[in-house]
Structures are given as C-alpha cells and as structure tokens.
C-alpha cells in the first residue's frame, strides 16, 4: 500500500516514514507546499492529511489529487507517531478483512 502523508512536523519525516515500512507501506511525507505538489503526489491508496500542521491551500491540493486517483483519506488533527500507528494499524486490519 502506497501512502502519502501530507503535513506534520519536519523532525518527524523519519519517524513518519520509518513506522509506515513497519507496516509495509510506501510513504511520501510533505510537510510543506511546494510549487509542484500536485505531480509528486503521484497514485496513492490512502491519503493521510495531518490537519493541525498544514496549510488550507495544501489540504486543497491534496483532496483534489487524492479525488483524481479515488483515494482514501484520512484526516487526523495530532500529528504524533501515535497517530499515524493508529491509522495504519486500523487501514491494513480493513484491507486484509477485504
């Protein structure tokens, strides 16, 4: 499963990414806008939008992109380790159900 994790805090991109691999994901993390933000998002399964940490403008883009390739998304308002094991943890039980 592909996820693209948009917002959070700089310092965490490891963490973010490290506990994704834990749960065998491909993760992209963006936790500012750039200017081509929409083509490096790419085809994602699930869009995780870390709603405390990020911009109006950047939220917009990513629902639009994530609605183009019929992604999920998830909005979260923490942006803590915790958080993002929670999401995963209940994404992955739902596609092994499916």
Known sequence: MSVVI???HDRMVHQYKKICKEYKCKAK???QMSGN???KIGNPDLVVLF???VSHKMVRCALTEAEKV???VIRCHTSSSNALTE???KKCNETKEN
């Open 6 to 8: 948009i917002g959070g």
């Open 29 to 31: 993390v963006f936790t």
């Open 37 to 39: 933000l929409k083509e």
């Open 51 to 53: 709603t405390n940490t």
């Open 70 to 72: 019929q992604a999920n």
């Open 87 to 89: 999401i995963l943890m």
